[in-house]
């Protein structure tokens, strides 16, 4: 079992910067694939970023304003977020599965609790 905690959220106006962490408990962290996914009100949950043995992916609406990284020492992923638009508002969730590494919600096994993002026009 993996539990997640996520922190870091809040309110931000646009064009600002939050940084999202994630800290996982037992001692295997750096053999898990780890992603953020965030979930805006009334629309599905949608793949941000992830991080794992085969470098790191990042969704096209996030591409070259937010960075993932982790640090393995810490049980710990970051996700950087520059340059945020009203339209980055949503729950961020961290989410790590042990067998696969990839962009559905679906491959991953083990989920934290979220942290809201808020960004003001």
């Known amino acids: 079992q993996v539990q997640l905690v996520e922190s870091g959220g809040g309110l931000v106006q646009a064009g600002g910067s939050l940084r999202l962490s994630c800290t996982a408990s037992?001692?295997?962290?750096?053999?898990?694939?780890m992603g953020w996914f965030r979930q805006a009100p009334g629309k599905e949950r949608e793949f941000v970023s992830a991080?794992?043995?085969?470098?790191?992916i990042y969704a096209d609406s996030v591409k070259g304003r937010f960075s993932i990284s982790r640090d393995n020492a810490k049980s710990t992923v970051y996700l950087q977020m520059n340059s945020l638009k009203p339209e980055d508002t949503a729950i961020y969730y961290c989410?790590?599965?042990?067998?696969?590494?990839?962009?559905?919600?679906?491959?991953?096994?083990?989920w934290g609790q979220g942290t809201q993002v808020t960004v003001s026009s």
């Open positions: 989410a790590a599965d042990l067998r696969s590494f990839g962009s559905s919600p679906t491959q991953y096994d083990y």
């Open positions: 037992g001692r295997t962290f750096n053999f898990y694939s």
């Open positions: 991080i794992g043995w085969r470098g790191s």
